[in-house]
């Protein structure tokens, strides 16, 4: 990607022999997300493989950061900027994002990070905007103070308006919470892998490496970590011992109500955690289908179920068109992890700031009605269907539920059985959520205390939906 070429003269100019920087990488995957060409998921893979662990590490902070806190950054931008950019100048956009990001974020000096912004105006070889970039981090340095409280009072709730405005609309009572959440960290959290492990074992086995760690209130595997770590420094990590996933997602294996003997399948898989937990519950099914319609994502559910020694059958394929792959069995268990606007993981996906549009919203909600229709028919009578999503708008969960079961005279709720103070229910779990018209949903809230911070309050947003396929 970073290979040297030659100038005219047959050698190489010193500009292309110098080393790419981790800025300089940072610029080119933000330029690509402000022209909303891939994501941070994509992008920084194939941009940072050959850096170093230290490198990596520091375009994750640039890019991350600055898509968190970009509408804000924008906002300053508008203050400083005369006029707006063309659109073909996105890289320049880039550039001072990355700089006020640093300016405001970071502990860069303030010289560094204005050199390095002003040099890389070089590399996308326009020496016009040279000026321009000076000026603007200049002008924001003498008076950062009052140009940046300025900047967060007009975006708010540093998200796009219509996002806001559909999370007010929807959560009335919880938004400024969920605002706060999503402008944040999130946390490492951990599924123990109970084949090896009970959860209160493997805290024992951190706590001996010198890592603490909380229980999880509503994951019987659950495990939240108080400062993150590398994988690597996890006990018996590659051995298969434990993997991060977040508690929300955790509860699909619980509430699919596995047994052994049964055709599961996992629907839009990747990168497969739920493929592996699925695995780690029942050891005794009879098979596991794991479709997903992307290739390169299908690498991650094989290096997951290699690591973790589970058995699935992994398919590329589209699970909207399960005439392409489907044996013509019926599976007694599917999980519709379905592709949605991912509104519930917007602290772990923070580019959604940048990239989702109320468009992609109503496409996404036709192609879950789509998918919903698709497997139904692969249901064996009896069995149960799980529809989940990582999105916190109720026109892709709730509404999209209503819509089937008004359609579909086989297709039943199946109502969720959950502990209670004084009694314990077979095949019952934690409550969780809010009750909705149809299914329960999982908000990212902002605890009150550091307790609450460590597992109470916080999760991921989910949606989940439990359905019965009864005889005709």
Request: aromatic share 6%.
């Given at each position: 990607?970073?290979?040297p070429?030659?100038?005219?003269?047959?050698?190489?100019?010193?500009?292309?022999?110098?080393?790419?920087?981790?800025?300089?990488?940072?610029?080119?995957?933000?330029?690509?997300l402000?022209?909303?060409?891939?994501?941070?998921?994509?992008?920084?893979?194939?941009?940072?493989?050959?850096?170093?662990?230290?490198?990596?590490?520091?375009?994750?902070?640039?890019?991350?950061?600055?898509?968190?806190?970009?509408?804000?950054?924008?906002?300053?931008?508008?203050?400083?900027?005369?006029?707006?950019?063309?659109?073909?100048?996105?890289?320049?956009?880039?550039?001072?994002?990355?700089?006020?990001?640093?300016?405001?974020?970071l502990?860069?000096?303030?010289?560094?990070?204005?050199?390095?912004?002003?040099?890389?105006?070089?590399?996308?070889?326009?020496?016009?905007a040279?000026?321009?970039?000076?000026?603007?981090?200049?002008?924001?340095?003498?008076?950062?103070r009052?140009?940046f409280?300025?900047?967060?009072?007009?975006?708010?709730?540093?998200?796009?308006?219509?996002?806001?405005?559909?999370?007010?609309?929807?959560?009335?009572?919880?938004?400024?919470?969920?605002?706060?959440?999503n402008?944040?960290?999130?946390?490492?959290?951990?599924?123990?892998?109970?084949?090896?492990?009970?959860?209160?074992?493997?805290?024992?086995?951190?706590?001996?490496?010198?890592?603490?760690?909380?229980?999880?209130?509503?994951?019987?595997?659950?495990?939240?970590?108080?400062?993150?770590?590398?994988?690597?420094?996890?006990?018996?990590?590659?051995?298969?011992?434990?993997?991060?996933?977040?508690?929300?997602?955790?509860?699909a294996?619980?509430?699919?109500?596995?047994?052994?003997?049964?055709?599961?399948?996992?629907?839009?898989?990747?990168?497969?955690?739920?493929?592996?937990?699925?695995?780690?519950?029942?050891?005794?099914?009879?098979?596991?289908?794991?479709?997903?319609?992307?290739?390169?994502?299908?690498?991650?559910?094989?290096?997951?179920?290699?690591?973790?020694?589970?058995?699935?059958?992994?398919?590329?394929?589209?699970?909207?068109?399960?005439?392409?792959?489907?044996?013509?069995?019926?599976?007694?268990?599917?999980?519709?992890?379905?592709?949605?606007?991912?509104?519930?993981?917007?602290?772990?996906?923070?580019?959604?700031?940048?990239?989702?549009?109320?468009?992609?919203?109503?496409?996404?909600?036709q192609?879950?009605?789509?998918?919903?229709?698709?497997?139904?028919?692969?249901?064996?009578?009896?069995?149960?269907?799980?529809?989940?999503?990582?999105?916190?708008?109720?026109?892709?969960?709730?509404?999209?539920?209503?819509?089937?079961?008004?359609?579909?005279?086989?297709?039943?709720?199946?109502p969720?059985?959950?502990?209670?103070?004084?009694?314990?229910?077979?095949?019952?779990?934690?409550?969780?959520?809010?009750?909705?018209?149809?299914?329960?949903?999982?908000?990212?809230?902002?605890?009150?205390?550091?307790?609450?911070?460590?597992?109470?309050?916080?999760?991921?947003?989910?949606?989940?939906?439990?359905?019965?396929?009864?005889?005709?």
């Amino acid at each position: 990607m970073n290979k040297p070429t030659k100038n005219a003269k047959g050698g190489q100019s010193k500009a292309q022999t110098k080393k790419t920087t981790p800025r300089i990488i940072a610029l080119q995957i933000l330029t690509q997300l402000l022209k909303q060409q891939g994501s941070l998921a994509s992008l920084l893979p194939q941009y940072t493989s050959e850096l170093s662990s230290q490198e990596q590490g520091f375009v994750k902070e640039l890019c991350y950061g600055c898509c968190r806190w970009y509408p804000t950054l924008n906002e300053v931008l508008n203050q400083l900027l005369r006029q707006k950019l063309k659109a073909k100048d996105a890289d320049i956009k880039a550039i001072m994002l990355l700089g006020l990001y640093q300016l405001e974020f970071l502990r860069t000096a303030d010289y560094a990070a204005i050199n390095e912004s002003v040099n890389a105006v070089a590399v996308v070889k326009k020496p016009w905007a040279k000026k321009l970039v000076n000026a603007v981090l200049r002008n924001f340095q003498r008076d950062q103070r009052s140009i940046f409280d300025k900047a967060k009072k007009k975006s708010k709730t540093n998200h796009p308006a219509w996002l806001a405005a559909e999370i007010k609309k929807s959560w009335p009572d919880y938004a400024e919470s969920i605002f706060a959440a999503n402008n944040q960290s999130p946390p490492l959290t951990l599924r123990v892998n109970q084949q090896q492990y009970s959860r209160e074992q493997y805290q024992q086995l951190l706590v001996d490496a010198g890592i603490e760690a909380a229980l999880a209130p509503i994951s019987k595997n659950g495990l939240y970590l108080k400062s993150p770590v590398p994988v690597t420094s996890l006990p018996n990590f590659s051995e298969g011992a434990v993997s991060v996933q977040d508690e929300a997602g955790q509860l699909a294996a619980s509430l699919l109500q596995l047994k052994s003997g049964q055709r599961v399948l996992d629907a839009c898989c990747a990168p497969g955690g739920k493929t592996c937990h699925i695995g780690e519950t029942e050891p005794e099914l009879a098979s596991i289908f794991a479709v997903d319609l992307e290739e390169r994502r299908l690498k991650r559910v094989h290096e997951n179920l290699e690591r973790l020694n589970i058995n699935a059958k992994v398919i590329c394929g589209d699970a909207a068109e399960p005439a392409q792959w489907w044996d013509g069995q019926a599976f007694d268990r599917i999980l519709l992890d379905a592709p949605c606007s991912a509104t519930g993981i917007i602290r772990r996906q923070p580019d959604i700031k940048l990239l989702r549009e109320p468009e992609h919203v109503q496409a996404l909600t036709q192609l879950q009605h789509r998918l919903l229709w698709a497997l139904w028919p692969l249901l064996a009578d009896g069995g149960i269907l799980l529809y989940a999503t990582c999105s916190i708008l109720p026109q892709e969960n709730t509404k999209v539920i209503e819509q089937f079961l008004g359609s579909v005279p086989d297709a039943v709720i199946d109502p969720m059985v959950f502990n209670t103070d004084d009694q314990t229910l077979s095949n019952s779990m934690p409550l969780f959520g809010i009750e909705q018209p149809f299914g329960r949903q999982l908000l990212p809230l902002i605890g009150k205390s550091e307790a609450d911070n460590m597992g109470n309050q916080n999760h991921d947003g989910f949606y989940y939906c439990r359905l019965k396929k009864i005889k005709k």
